[in-house]
């Protein structure tokens, strides 16, 4: 019989609906039904692409007497860290600090007012490595709560104690300059693996947000330095395993220092930063390598991501049934020279191994390989190689493809609009701009409500019921604005200024400028959780930097500008010692010293053609953060068009930067180099 998780819009949470386990989502009713039968709460938290979660609930939370056990002696509840972030981010917290690790799934015990007093993260179902069995602890938990709750409570009240006092070091609300800027990236030379791109050890994870800020410290700059690291490690990691060499897209992490063998879930906001990442190298290189990867990206998240409403799913699972009926991770994607020959036949399959890096050893598990592009000495036929590639992705898609996470998460469709606007934009793909254009829409018409209150999930064209986070705000503001450069409507740049609003009223200290990653009306937790560093994605924080300071620059709003400035006092303050986990704060603070600067493109018609090729030049320009208007001169769809006439009737472009304008300019050879491109 199905539990409490049936109605849920969580695929995460369905998956686990049909459980033996009397699982209650997150809810004041599950406390009160803690306090009622005076028992703890089990929390356990985990994500519907996470392989081991989908081990501990095969092994334990389908076991029927384990499920007797904790139904007699717990309330369990169970969150998706996608849909909750907030309670994922407090809890894990209260992990770290008591364990030193963290990871998902989360297993965490508490008192029925919320407070965690035992925690732990995956539990087998037998002891093993030193670890207890999941119902050795269950026992364990179980005997503590009956028999030393005075213990419990001691316990319970100073871990919530130690993190309240737990207060970031804010440092000051003045904005990093030159210095803090330049030792961050002597930081980072540090930490970087020169040998195999990229930095630190393995495991290894795409470093997007590093990466802008390189590119955009070389575009300020001239550092030839910044720009060879973000390069190399982008060649490193297009041509590794990580990259979906037949299907485009990009898996979560490399599990070792060569980007060979990737964990295998695809998740939209990895392929939505690094589709922006490869088409910002490409526009500040001109690369063809990079060029190819950001339209292998962005075509993957339009073909096997969107869905049917419009939006962007969540990730696609790391495993699959690898035709036995048996769940693998990676057995959708990797090969043996046997499959190779089987499909295309002996000539072709031993060209496609050379090619691919398969090998009768296999660079995976049984003798499988992960499919690479290794760099090597002489020249594929390139049609060849492209058939190759096209029969191998056609044999893929019949085997069982992996799960797809259809949750539509507002933050990352935001970062799913800004990559696609932008690699529309620049290589000329009007289809990507309009897949952005309609994941817009449809976070306007189901996420947004009549106050621009934003809720953070949706799936099959339902609203859940979890209330937008910080890095929602922004995220999403991020992405308007740039389908608002691109596309030349002004009603994006509304938007954003409405979702800005929040952050700035509800999400902003307004002592200190320091933010928070839920409203001041969210629900309260034992913390009110706040982290300013970039890990998977841009942190609430940066983003929210960001996109206050580019709707500042098209509007001359000075209390966002202010804003923007306040925030990046972290960035200040951990950009130098901690760079790699600031990647995006510190491409914020670059556009922040450079300006940014402001183009207004004026044009009798947004289909003229000389008009279209000033607004082309000016978004292909480098200068970090530059924002782009694009109307005609009678136009009021955006602030930087006031008092913008055409020159001599002929377009015009006009440029600003720290309340300085360039002279308008009807050439876009002028206009490159004024935006350094």
């Given at each position: 019989?199905?539990?409490?998780l049936?109605?849920?819009?969580?695929?995460?949470?369905?998956?686990?609906a049909?459980?033996?386990?009397?699982?209650?989502?997150?809810?004041?009713?599950?406390?009160?039904?803690?306090?009622?039968r005076?028992?703890?709460?089990l929390?356990?938290?985990?994500?519907?692409?996470?392989?081991?979660?989908?081990?501990?609930?095969?092994e334990?939370?389908?076991?029927?007497?384990?499920?007797?056990?904790?139904?007699?002696h717990?309330?369990?509840?169970?969150?998706?860290?996608?849909?909750?972030?907030?309670?994922?981010?407090?809890y894990?917290?209260?992990?770290?600090?008591?364990?030193?690790?963290?990871?998902?799934?989360?297993t965490?015990?508490?008192?029925?007012?919320?407070?965690?007093?035992?925690?732990?993260?995956?539990?087998?179902?037998?002891?093993?490595?030193?670890?207890?069995?999941?119902?050795?602890?269950?026992?364990?938990?179980?005997?503590?709560w009956?028999?030393?709750?005075?213990?419990?409570?001691?316990?319970?009240?100073?871990?919530?104690?130690?993190?309240?006092?737990?207060?970031?070091?804010?440092?000051?609300?003045?904005?990093?300059?030159?210095?803090e800027?330049?030792?961050?990236?002597?930081?980072?030379?540090?930490?970087?693996?020169?040998?195999?791109?990229?930095?630190?050890?393995a495991?290894?994870?795409?470093?997007?947000?590093v990466?802008?800020?390189?590119?955009?410290?070389?575009?300020?700059?001239?550092?030839?330095?910044?720009?060879?690291m973000?390069?190399?490690t982008?060649?490193?990691?297009?041509?590794?395993?990580?990259h979906?060499?037949?299907?485009?897209?990009?898996?979560?992490?490399?599990?070792?220092?060569?980007?060979?063998?990737p964990?295998?879930?695809k998740?939209?906001?990895?392929?939505?930063?690094?589709?922006?990442?490869?088409?910002?190298?490409?526009?500040?290189?001109?690369?063809?390598?990079?060029?190819r990867?950001?339209?292998?990206?962005?075509?993957?998240?339009?073909?096997?991501?969107?869905?049917?409403?419009?939006?962007?799913?969540?990730?696609?699972?790391?495993?699959?049934?690898?035709?036995?009926?048996?769940?693998?991770?990676?057995?959708?994607?990797?090969?043996?020279?046997?499959?190779?020959?089987?499909?295309?036949?002996?000539?072709?399959?031993?060209?496609?191994a050379?090619?691919?890096?398969?090998?009768?050893?296999?660079t995976f598990?049984?003798?499988?390989?992960?499919?690479?592009?290794?760099?090597?000495?002489?020249?594929?036929?390139?049609?060849?190689?492209?058939?190759?590639?096209?029969?191998?992705?056609?044999?893929?898609?019949?085997?069982?493809?992996?799960?797809?996470?259809?949750?539509?998460?507002?933050?990352?469709?935001?970062?799913?609009?800004?990559?696609?606007?932008?690699?529309?934009?620049?290589?000329?793909?009007?289809?990507?701009?309009?897949?952005?254009?309609?994941?817009?829409?449809?976070?306007?018409?189901?996420?947004?409500?009549?106050?621009?209150a934003?809720l953070?999930?949706?799936?099959?064209?339902r609203?859940?019921a979890?209330?937008?986070?910080?890095e929602?705000?922004?995220?999403?503001?991020?992405?308007?604005?740039?389908?608002?450069?691109?596309?030349?409507?002004?009603?994006?740049?509304?938007?954003?200024?409405?979702?800005?609003?929040?952050?700035?009223?509800?999400?902003?200290?307004?002592?200190?400028?320091?933010?928070?990653?839920?409203?001041?009306?969210?629900?309260?937790?034992?913390?009110?959780?706040?982290?300013?560093?970039?890990?998977?994605?841009?942190?609430?924080?940066?983003?929210?930097?960001?996109?206050?300071?580019?709707?500042a620059?098209?509007t001359?709003?000075?209390?966002?500008?202010t804003?923007?400035?306040?925030?990046?006092?972290?960035?200040g303050?951990?950009?130098?010692?901690?760079?790699?986990?600031?990647?995006w704060?510190?491409?914020?603070?670059?556009?922040?010293?450079?300006?940014?600067?402001e183009?207004?493109v004026?044009?009798?018609?947004?289909?003229?053609?000389?008009?279209?090729?000033l607004?082309?030049?000016a978004?292909?320009?480098?200068?970090?953060?530059?924002?782009?208007?694009?109307?005609?001169?009678d136009?009021?769809?955006?602030?930087?068009?006031?008092?913008?006439?055409?020159?001599?009737?002929?377009?015009?472009?006009?440029?600003?930067?720290?309340?300085?304008?360039?002279?308008?300019?009807?050439?876009?050879?002028?206009?490159?180099?004024?935006?350094?491109?």
């Amino acid at each position: 019989m199905p539990n409490r998780l049936a109605h849920e819009t969580s695929p995460y949470l369905l998956q686990h609906a049909d459980n033996p386990v009397d699982w209650w989502p997150w809810s004041a009713d599950a406390f009160e039904e803690a306090r009622r039968r005076d028992v703890p709460v089990l929390l356990s938290v985990g994500y519907s692409s996470c392989h081991w979660c989908h081990v501990m609930a095969h092994e334990s939370f389908e076991d029927a007497a384990t499920a007797a056990f904790l139904g007699e002696h717990f309330v369990s509840v169970k969150v998706d860290r996608e849909e909750r972030p907030d309670v994922d981010a407090v809890y894990m917290e209260a992990v770290q600090a008591a364990t030193g690790q963290g990871g998902w799934p989360m297993t965490v015990f508490l008192t029925p007012d919320a407070e965690p007093f035992y925690f732990g993260t995956y539990f087998p179902p037998d002891p093993r490595h030193g670890m207890p069995s999941f119902g050795q602890v269950l026992e364990g938990v179980r005997q503590a709560w009956q028999t030393r709750r005075d213990e419990v409570a001691d316990v319970a009240g100073k871990i919530v104690r130690d993190l309240a006092q737990r207060e970031i070091g804010y440092g000051t609300a003045r904005p990093p300059g030159e210095e803090e800027l330049a030792q961050a990236l002597l930081a980072l030379t540090r930490e970087y693996d020169a040998r195999r791109g990229g930095f630190g050890g393995a495991p290894k994870f795409p470093p997007s947000m590093v990466i802008e800020f390189l590119l955009r410290h070389h575009a300020r700059t001239g550092s030839e330095g910044a720009l060879q690291m973000a390069a190399d490690t982008c060649e490193r990691m297009a041509r590794g395993g990580m990259h979906d060499q037949l299907g485009g897209g990009f898996a979560r992490y490399s599990v070792d220092r060569d980007w060979v063998v990737p964990h295998f879930e695809k998740m939209l906001y990895d392929s939505a930063l690094l589709c922006r990442v490869y088409a910002h190298l490409w526009r500040a290189t001109g690369s063809d390598f990079a060029r190819r990867v950001a339209l292998a990206t962005a075509d993957f998240m339009v073909r096997e991501l969107r869905t049917a409403e419009g939006g962007f799913a969540s990730a696609l699972d790391a495993d699959s049934d690898d035709g036995t009926g048996k769940h693998v991770e990676g057995a959708y994607y990797v090969w043996t020279p046997a499959q190779l020959r089987e499909v295309l036949g002996a000539e072709d399959a031993e060209l496609a191994a050379r090619c691919f890096g398969v090998t009768e050893e296999g660079t995976f598990e049984h003798g499988a390989s992960v499919l690479q592009l290794p760099v090597q000495e002489g020249v594929f036929d390139a049609d060849r190689v492209e058939s190759v590639r096209r029969r191998l992705l056609a044999e893929r898609a019949g085997r069982p493809a992996p799960g797809r996470d259809d949750k539509v998460v507002a933050a990352w469709n935001g970062l799913a609009i800004a990559a696609l606007a932008e690699t529309g934009a620049y290589f000329d793909r009007p289809d990507l701009v309009e897949a952005a254009v309609g994941a817009a829409d449809l976070l306007v018409r189901l996420h947004m409500d009549e106050h621009a209150a934003l809720l953070r999930t949706s799936k099959d064209g339902r609203a859940g019921a979890n209330a937008g986070v910080l890095e929602d705000y922004a995220d999403v503001a991020e992405g308007f604005l740039a389908l608002a450069s691109v596309t030349g409507e002004g009603v994006w740049l509304e938007f954003a200024g409405l979702l800005l609003g929040h952050v700035l009223t509800r999400f902003t200290d307004p002592e200190s400028g320091a933010l928070y990653d839920t409203a001041v009306d969210a629900e309260q937790l034992i913390r009110r959780p706040q982290d300013p560093t970039d890990n998977a994605t841009p942190s609430g924080w940066s983003a929210a930097a960001g996109a206050l300071l580019g709707y500042a620059a098209h509007t001359g709003s000075e209390a966002h500008r202010t804003a923007a400035e306040r925030a990046l006092g972290v960035v200040g303050a951990l950009g130098p010692r901690v760079p790699r986990f600031i990647g995006w704060g510190l491409a914020v603070a670059e556009a922040l010293l450079d300006g940014p600067r402001e183009v207004a493109v004026v044009g009798p018609s947004l289909d003229d053609a000389a008009a279209r090729a000033l607004h082309r030049t000016a978004l292909l320009g480098t200068a970090p953060g530059t924002v782009v208007a694009y109307g005609t001169p009678d136009s009021e769809e955006f602030p930087l068009l006031a008092d913008r006439p055409l020159v001599h009737g002929e377009p015009a472009a006009y440029v600003c930067r720290d309340f300085t304008c360039d002279a308008p300019t009807t050439d876009p050879d002028r206009l490159r180099t004024a935006l350094g491109g």
